[in-house]
């Protein structure tokens, strides 16, 4: 089971955080490992980092959000929106009526998201949703610059300036002509979107929007 | 491209969506007749006019109604199921 659990990797061949058995990376690792799609003058650079390895949880399906009330965790009213659970250092985006996607607010802290994964797996309630398995189907990318939003306008028909999405703001539409999701995050400390999407295609989304950083 | 206005997401392109047919007024299994069973399985209206359909924005797997002319194709409303009264005919 150790051997399987350490021979999981990410479509770009990252070991999951999880299961690294002591090797340690940092977001500043990933940082540097970002890869730089485009570079315009006066604008900066547009950055790519693929998060996949990193810890994130959901949870779907009747019962769900009356799970998060019996563990005291508040969650947003609107569905499309990022909030953060101040006392467990986590961000709770809320994707549908009863579809939750737990994420740590430093990506290389997950202790608190195993945690809560744990609670919910011990729990004993008849109906508390299901688990979505956000780990394994979803790829993780974040996207920040100062014109992300005008990279991203080619190929998303949402408009995602930082003037019309506000912070903590989350789109369920297409990118790349593939269902994602992008909740604004900004946390590469500017304009940035966490993407989510299907795994299988995370080397797809990586050429198309290198692809579109050129042209 | 098409807009089509998401009672969840708002106007979205209308390739973002997917349609799943009319809505029809539901039936009780157990006790419907032969005929009943023989007229939902191979009878559709077609109806030239104002319809109501289920449509999902696939990228939130979102459900709702849409009622769309099927001459025009015009989208004249969309709306969350919870709107749609279970006792009217729905087609």
């Known amino acids: 089971m150790a051997f399987l659990a350490a ?3 990410t479509p770009f061949g990252d070991v999951y955080a999880e299961f690294s058995e002591g090797e340690t990376r940092s977001i500043d690792e990933a940082s540097r490992q ?6 315009r003058k006066g604008g900066g650079p547009i950055d790519l980092r693929d998060l996949t390895r990193y810890g994130r949880f959901g949870v779907k399906g009747r019962g769900a959000s009356d799970w998060l009330r019996s563990k005291g965790i508040a969650f947003p009213e609107r569905i499309n929106t990022l909030a953060p659970i101040a006392s467990r250092t986590l961000d709770i985006v809320r994707l549908g009526a009863e579809d939750y996607l737990f994420l740590p607010q430093s990506v290389e802290q997950s202790a608190s998201l195993s945690a809560l994964r744990t609670e919910w797996e011990a729990d004993g309630l008849p109906r508390k949703g299901f688990n979505a398995w956000r780990e394994e189907v979803w790829a993780w990318f974040h996207i920040s610059g100062t014109d992300v939003a005008e990279l991203l306008a080619k190929t998303c028909p949402v408009d995602l300036n930082a003037d019309r999405l506000p912070v903590r703001s989350v789109v369920q539409s297409r990118v790349a002509q593939m269902d994602c999701i992008l909740a604004r995050t900004d946390r590469a400390g500017n304009h940035g979107f966490d993407l989510f999407f299907d795994v299988a295609s995370a080397s797809f989304m990586m050429r198309s929007l290198r692809e579109l950083g050129i042209g | 491209m098409k807009i089509m206005n998401c009672p969840l997401n708002g106007p979205r392109n209308i390739s973002e969506f997917t349609c799943f047919g009319p809505v029809h007024d ?15 399985l191979f009878y559709h209206e077609n109806k030239a006019g104002i319809i109501r359909e289920w449509w999902r924005h696939t990228p939130s797997n979102y459900f709702f109604i849409a009622e769309r002319h099927t001459v025009t194709d015009e989208i004249v409303a969309t709306y969350s199921p919870s709107e749609l009264p279970r006792t009217e005919s729905k087609s």
């Not at chain 2, 039936?27 to 005929?35: G, K, L, R, V």
């Open chain 1, 7 to 9: 021979a999981r990797r």
């Open chain 1, 34 to 39: 970002a890869t730089v799609l485009f570079e």
């Open chain 2, 26 to 40: 539901a039936f009780d299994a157990q006790s419907i007749s032969d005929s009943g069973w023989s007229h939902y």
